[in-house]
Nanobody, 123 residues
Framework: QVQPVQSGGGLVQAGESLRLSCTASRRAFGSYAMSWFRQAPGKEREFVAAIRWNTGLTSYADSVKDRFTISKDNAKNTTYLQMNSLKPEDTAVYYC????????????????WGQGTQVTVSS
């Protein structure tokens, strides 16, 4: 299965935490990375975080830095997004993606997307 498969998400109150998981079966080499994007109602999909598989290099959007942590389990081909101190503005559908992370500021997405999972943060 090429398409990533996501799990997690749900409804929480502001200040609480959630963890998302994403498993992909693609062969990892070079600058291969897994990432998270999100799309809020009426807004464009935006980058959240990425992690490179071979080095663990990470990249974060400024809006989530210091609150969200992306990690990986190589043996399970799974990436996690730990979201702490959630805010109502974090409410969105979160998508997993596979691509390439060339530097902490340069991520290239490919066409393999997870099914999306809703995260709702109430105030």
């Amino acid at each position: 299965q090429v398409q990533p498969v996501q799990s997690g998400g749900g409804l929480v109150q502001a200040g609480e935490s959630l963890r998302l998981s994403c498993t992909a079966s693609r062969r990892a080499f070079g600058s291969y990375a897994m990432s998270w994007f999100r799309q809020a109602p009426g807004k464009e999909r935006e980058f959240v975080a990425a992690i490179r598989w071979n080095t663990g290099l990470t990249s974060y959007a400024d809006s989530v830095k210091d609150r969200f942590t992306i990690s990986k389990d190589n043996a399970k081909n799974t990436t996690y997004l730990q979201m702490n101190s959630l805010k109502p503005e974090d409410t969105a559908v979160y998508y997993c993606n596979t691509g390439s992370l060339l530097s902490s500021k340069t991520y290239y997405q490919d066409n393999y997307w997870g099914q999306g999972t809703q995260v709702t943060v109430s105030s």
